[in-house]
């Protein structure tokens, strides 16, 4: 406990101070994209539009029952946010204009398709002065997307944009089976290589990446995690220097925020930090422990320090009336009250599977049964549009994660047993944020449900390192 408490007086600090550090960087690299041509990528935006790019849909292999679009409204909503004009570019650099989605000329057709924000992008779009364009300022999230569109928009279409970000992820994630199988023909290949395969393969095929990642919005937070799975694979966060594990964890934790969405790149960035602990070759059980708690530590002072800066630099530019909106806003993410949020579509299904909506909001049992259908009536997004294979592999990794890690604790040593212990922890990462932001998770479990690809995965590497049976031994 001593030598825990001696490096956190060191380590956390430390990790505050990388925050604030990449935090300048952040903002510097939005003040010089602001300076980058806007009349480009109004041009690019106005050619997709004419092309019908905003009303095309994306085609999964097992079909559903529910079109799925190429953009998503967050797309939409980053997209108009750059051609929208800003006084100069340090006020372009601190803050995010978004348009008022005021009700649109033309209604959108009975599918949905394209999606309001898009609609709302085409018309001002058609605008010719976009400085009569009703706007609000977004301050509440960093937001680092819009600077990487602000840049990439310029040079490339926007459909373009989404396969640059799905190319990444993929890329990311494939290099993890291709350096092993490059270790397995040397003859230098372990069980740790395989579950970091089994890790990237279940990102692969359960994160949704053929439908999320070609969102831009999605898919640069998807490429924060997969590089930081590779890193983690390649430099063990087990048998790094103090130095080199603060800098990682922090700056990961930095960059979750710069990308964070409310999106579930948070939870599933700390769970998956747990798992490169577990998975990262330490010396002995307490360096793993120890390393487990400073990664929880250091990965939440680097997200909140990010996400403070923002505010204060907010705070001081705009003033101090943005709290409040900052806090009712997180309010709302966090509040019981969901119904009156709901599609026409989603109560339907609500109904359908025999909930009660007349009471469904009422004490805490009823919004969490009905938080768990919301997420697994959303779970046919992970797993090429079929709802039966993404409900069997969210409660067969569910059902078989936790009986995995009893196995493990069972059969192994004290250093297998603290590696079990960190990964159980990671598994209930999602499970807090879920109950913490359980407005939020119910009202987007279109894309909240995207983090629950955290079981199979888990479930995958414990069977790959679980113990022999101490009969067998």
């Not at 001696?6 to 690299?29: D, I, K, R, W």
């Not at 769970?271 to 793993?288: H, K, Q, R, S």
Request: hydrophobic share 60%; proline share 6%.
């Amino acid at each position: 406990m001593r030598r825990l408490l001696s490096e956190a007086l060191v380590l956390y600090p430390a990790a505050a101070l990388v925050a604030v550090l990449v935090m300048a960087g952040v903002f510097a690299a939005g003040w010089a994209a602001a300076l980058v041509d806007r009349g480009a990528i109004v041009d690019r935006l106005s050619t997709a539009a004419d092309a019908g790019v905003f009303a095309r849909t994306i085609d999964q292999p097992f079909g559903g029952d529910r079109p799925i679009p190429l953009f998503s409204g967050n797309d939409c909503r980053v997209l108009a946010s750059l051609i929208l004009p800003y006084p100069d570019a340090a006020a372009e650099a601190v803050t995010n204009l978004m348009p008022v989605e005021v009700p649109l000329k033309s209604p959108p057709p009975d599918n949905g398709i394209p999606r309001p924000p898009c609609l709302r992008l085409m018309e001002i779009l058609d605008t010719a002065d976009r400085g009569t364009v009703e706007t609000y300022a977004y301050h509440r999230y960093i937001l680092g997307q819009r600077t990487v569109a602000r840049v990439l928009a310029t040079v490339v279409s926007p459909q373009t944009l989404g396969w640059l970000t799905l190319g990444g992820a993929v890329a990311l994630l494939l290099a993890i089976p291709a350096v092993a199988a490059w270790r397995l023909l040397r003859g230098a290949a372990s069980r740790r290589d395989l579950a970091f395969t089994g890790l990237a393969a279940a990102l692969l095929l359960f994160y949704g990446l053929p439908v999320y990642g070609r969102y831009f919005t999605f898919g640069l937070p998807d490429m924060v995690i997969a590089g930081m799975l590779v890193a983690g694979y390649l430099v063990p966060l087990g048998r790094v220097g103090q130095g080199g594990f603060l800098v990682a964890v922090a700056v990961f934790g930095v960059l979750t925020a710069v990308f964070e969405f409310l999106t579930g790149g948070i939870p599933l960035g700390l769970a998956l930090l747990l798992a490169l602990i577990a998975l990262g070759e330490a010396p002995d059980a307490g360096t793993v422990l120890r390393r487990a708690v400073h990664a929880v530590a250091v990965f939440c002072i680097a997200v909140v320090t990010a996400l403070a800066v923002k505010v204060l630099v907010v705070v001081a530019v705009f003033g101090t009336h943005e709290l409040a909106v900052l806090f009712a806003a997180l309010d709302v993410r966090m509040s019981d009250r969901f119904l009156y949020s709901l599609s026409r579509w989603d109560v339907m299904r609500a109904e359908a599977a025999g909930f009660d909506l007349t009471t469904v909001e009422r004490g805490w049992v009823q919004p969490v049964l009905f938080m768990g259908f919301r997420l697994l009536d959303e779970s046919f997004r992970i797993a090429f549009g079929s709802p039966v294979l993404g409900q069997a592999v969210i409660v067969g990794g569910a059902a078989a994660a936790p009986l995995l890690i009893v196995a493990t604790l069972w059969r192994g040593g004290m250093a297998v047993r603290a590696e079990a212990v960190v990964l159980g922890a990671s598994l209930l990462v999602p499970i807090v944020w879920y109950l913490a932001f359980l407005n939020h998770t119910i009202l987007h479990a279109v894309w909240m449900v995207r983090p629950l690809v955290w079981f199979p995965a888990l479930a995958l590497v414990l069977a790959i390192r679980l113990p022999p049976s101490r009969r067998a031994g």
